[in-house]
């Protein structure tokens, strides 16, 4: 007799094998509820469910990532949904997923939780609301105020606070609610339908303010396409910026050479068009105004360190080409610049990955798609340089850091393009500033 064999006779079966009431469950969800409707204690997972989670582990992470669980739970439970249990068919966003999104705390529906339902329709950017009640999503107790999360990696059964808060409801767990199912397939059409449209271009590497800024980026609710009107967070945080052509364009060759050294990864010079030298100049002018006049004056004096910084500020023409300096970026809005430039210009790198090569067709395939990527090109380079120089004269000028208005920030750059279908609507992008810890 095989050892799977033995371990059906001798175990019991789980009791929850109605799962009509659970449209879209996440895998956590239906774990959580396998574990509450049968008044497990972590010990008993091995025994009753096959499943073993240590002490310590957060239940929620490992519930989503291991094919091991959710192939015991479908084992257990066959009428159990899992066609929901992936984030791609619920992403409503093209291009590659920013890197630790799936890490972001747990978002619950308080009235939801009482049935232990949860949904990666929770999880989504710009979903803050239960389609069903309402609800404002939480991630913190009510109680106590710490994370969800932190129940879950002590010894005591998923949705309970390390603070003894329950969310979940024994008897609501065992009789279910009825949902509309359709809200869940009615975000999910929607998405799949989004990710044509919009891209999104995240930071390369992991930013701590991604869940604020992915909310920020894309509010919208159950399929409806709507932008929020907010410039700005109101604690500084987030910067942002639109961009929106007026009308539909026919494909234009970009005004950027295939040669300006932008999509070198590096730092090095840029050879930019001579049309947007106005711009990078207001951008000199408008640092050197910040500063005081005792620097100033310590500028002029010609063999100090501060008048060769100085004199990096203002770009150079020569004919007509314009020529910045990228020394000052900062490494992560560079190498978007690096992205941009060699999607813009279709220029080839010895390591350019798949992804690159979609995203090229992707913008190419738009009649205003290199007419709108090129202005964010422009937009982000204005940004990303003016922030640079303005960390590097702040190693010079401490008296920078003492006004907010002229203190030096490093911020990290996210930028959704939008290509729509429909000729009523018109191609935009958002540019979001995430300003980094530490940097206040």
Wanted: hydrophobic share 35%.
């Amino acid at each position: 007799m095989g050892s799977s064999e033995t371990f059906r006779m001798a175990s019991p079966k789980p009791l929850g094998e109605d799962w009509s009431t659970y449209p879209g469950i996440s895998s956590y969800g239906a774990l959580r509820r396998a574990w509450r409707v049968n008044a497990l204690q972590r010990a008993d997972l091995g025994s009753v469910l096959g499943i073993t989670v240590h002490r310590g582990e957060d239940l929620y992470s490992r519930a989503l990532s291991s094919d091991a669980i959710r192939k015991r739970l479908r084992d257990l439970f066959p009428t159990l949904d899992d066609q929901s249990w992936n984030y791609e068919g619920w992403w409503p966003l093209g291009g590659p997923l920013p890197p630790g999104t799936f890490s972001r705390a747990l978002r619950e529906c308080p009235q939801c939780a009482l049935t232990s339902y949860h949904t990666l329709l929770f999880q989504m950017p710009g979903v803050t609301e239960c389609p069903w009640h309402g609800c404002r999503l939480i991630s913190d107790c009510v109680r106590c105020e710490l994370p969800l999360q932190a129940g879950l990696r002590e010894d005591r059964p998923p949705g309970q606070c390390v603070c003894g808060h329950d969310l979940v409801n024994f008897v609501s767990t065992v009789t279910g609610e009825t949902r509309d199912a359709s809200r869940i397939q009615r975000y999910l059409s929607w998405a799949a339908q989004a990710r044509g449209r919009y891209w999104l271009l995240a930071p390369e590497q992991h930013d701590p303010r991604a869940t604020l800024a992915l909310d920020f980026l894309l509010p919208n609710r159950w399929g409806e396409e709507s932008q929020s009107s907010h410039a700005c967070s109101k604690d500084g945080s987030l910067l942002r910026e639109e961009i929106k052509l007026e009308r539909e364009h026919r494909s234009v060759a970009p005004c950027l050479s295939k040669k300006s050294g932008l999509e070198a990864f590096r730092p090095g010079i840029a050879c930019l068009p001579i049309g947007w030298a106005p711009g990078f100049r207001a951008v000199g002018l408008n640092l050197l105004k910040l500063l005081p006049l005792e620097a100033r004056r310590e500028a002029a004096l010609a063999g100090t360190e501060l008048a060769w910084t100085m004199s990096t500020l203002p770009v150079m023409t020569v004919g007509n080409t314009l020529f910045l300096q990228t020394e000052c970026f900062e490494r992560t809005t560079l190498r978007l610049v690096a992205r941009l430039a060699s999607s813009l210009c279709a220029s080839s790198t010895s390591r350019r990955p798949p992804i690159a090569d979609e995203f090229s067709r992707w913008i190419r395939g738009h009649p205003s798609g290199t007419l709108i990527l090129e202005q964010v090109l422009k937009r982000v380079l204005m940004r990303g340089y003016s922030d640079g120089a303005r960390v590097v004269l702040g190693r010079h000028i401490p008296s920078l850091y003492d006004g907010p208005r002229s203190r030096p920030a490093v911020r990290f750059p996210w930028v959704l393009i939008h290509l729509p279908v429909e000729a009523r609507d018109k191609p935009a992008a958002t540019i979001l500033w995430t300003r980094q810890a530490g940097t206040f």
